[in-house]
T-cell receptor, first 112, second 117 residues
Framework: DQQVKQNSPSLSVQEGRISILNCDYT??????FLWYKKYPAEGPTFLIS?????DKNEDGRFTVFLNKSAKHLSLHIVPSQPGDSAVYFC???????????FGSGTKLNVKP | DTAVSQTPKYLVTQMGNDKSIKCEQN?????MYWYKQDSKKFLKIMFS???????INETVPNRFSPKSPDKAHLNLHINSLELGDSAVYFC????????????????FGAGSRLTVL
């Protein structure tokens, strides 16, 4: 029973265009959401987060949008760069901030 | 200088054996974790320690036993290995616990790929 789902295992985007990665969750008690980026043979690294009191958080080329009513969040990368090619994991936590639930990841390929 | 380091990176062993994976963090974080990435690529929490005290213990077979000799180290020992234990195990750490969002961002190690034959 997976509480965080990333239904697109892969995404291919042309360099310079927008990448949109999606994530859905089922637990309405989740109130803190993060995106992690993972390169092969490395551990996931933190990218950007958002709390449930906001619906948007921006950091440079990366923007995370949260739609609480739809239990959906998305990560926008614009413009996409070849170095963005990696697996992106969505994660969520509720009252216990030590316990994160992760999705299965979306592999992004940015083509030059 | 690696922030969260795990050893070994690869481990191939036979069913029934006992093995350990070691993890060390030099970030001064209070909380450490073990996550398992299964064949479907989900990262699932197994254990969490805060200052050597076990605070999260998910539904994991008791063949898995974590040990935290100090807050900078969290080791994972697995007894009587089974085929289904094959996975990538990630160690992680975070600054602390509680309600501070930023303090709970995880820093991961590079992972230890365990293959049970």
């Amino acid at each position: 029973d997976q509480q965080v789902k990333q239904n697109s295992p892969s995404l291919s985007v042309q360099e310079g265009r927008i990448s949109i990665l999606n994530c859905d969750y089922t637990n309405s008690m989740f109130d803190y959401f993060l995106w992690y980026k993972k390169y092969p043979a490395e551990g996931p690294t933190f990218l950007i987060s958002i709390s449930s009191i906001k619906d948007k958080n921006e950091d440079g080329r990366f923007t995370v949008f949260l739609n609480k009513s739809a239990k959906h969040l998305s990560l926008h990368i614009v413009p996409s760069q070849p170095g963005d090619s990696a697996v992106y994991f969505c994660a969520a936590s509720g009252y216990n901030f030590n316990k994160f639930y992760f999705g299965s990841g979306t592999k992004l390929n940015v083509k030059p | 200088d690696t922030a969260v380091s795990q050893t070994p990176k690869y481990l191939v062993t036979q069913m029934g054996n006992d093995k350990s994976i070691k993890c060390e963090q030099n970030l001064g974080h209070d909380t450490m974790y073990w996550y398992k990435q299964d064949s479907k690529k989900f990262l699932k929490i197994m254990f969490s320690y805060n200052n050597k005290e076990l605070i999260i213990n998910e539904t994991v077979p008791n063949r898995f036993s974590p040990k935290s000799p100090d807050k900078a180290h969290l080791n994972l020992h697995i007894n009587s290995l089974e085929l289904g234990d094959s996975a990538v195990y990630f160690c992680a750490s975070s600054l602390g616990t509680g309600t501070d969002f930023g303090a709970n961002v995880l820093t991961f190690g590079a992972g230890s790929r365990l293959t049970v034959l």
